[in-house]
């Protein structure tokens, strides 16, 4: 099922065929995530802090792509992605993005840990005021 203005419809996953060179993931995780060490990280998506790249499982890809096959995982540079449709298939509801295929950093075959690229720490911006020493 898609859910529109219209109404919700059922979609089969054999009916969805992506274009081109697209690509199509579900499960990207844009909730609360628990580190190594155990700390809970809480959702940052819409954030400065939520600027990452970010994991999904490839739903469906296009007959010209080539280099990324269905079933696997790979990494998205952070924005790169739709902002997706919900969908009801044989699998259950999830929601779908189209991803650029020339920003997939890399790709695994199972399902990876979803860990911060960065070492840095999030700071946020000083106000004017406290800039000028």
């Not at 009916?15 to 190594?36: H, Y």
């Not at 060490?37 to 080539?66: E, F, T």
């Not at 920003?103 to 106000?127: C, G």
Request: proline share 5%; glycine share 10%; hydrophobic share 35%.
């Amino acid at each position: 099922m898609i859910k529109s203005a219209y109404g919700v419809h059922r979609i089969d996953k054999h009916q969805l065929k992506p274009l081109k060179d697209a690509v199509i993931v579900g499960d990207m995780n844009f909730e609360e995530r628990l580190s190594n060490g155990g700390i809970i990280l809480v959702k940052d998506n819409g954030k400065s802090s939520g600027i990452r790249p970010r994991w999904g499982q490839v739903y469906a890809v296009g007959p010209d792509q080539h280099d990324i096959k269905v079933g696997s995982w790979i990494c998205v540079e952070h924005g790169r992605w739709t902002r997706g449709i919900e969908i009801e298939d044989e699998t259950g509801k999830q929601t779908l993005r189209r991803v650029d295929p020339k920003d997939i950093m890399m790709e695994s075959d199972e399902e990876p840990k979803d860990v911060t690229f960065s070492a840095a720490i999030h700071v946020e911006a000083k106000p004017d005021w406290m800039q000028h020493n």
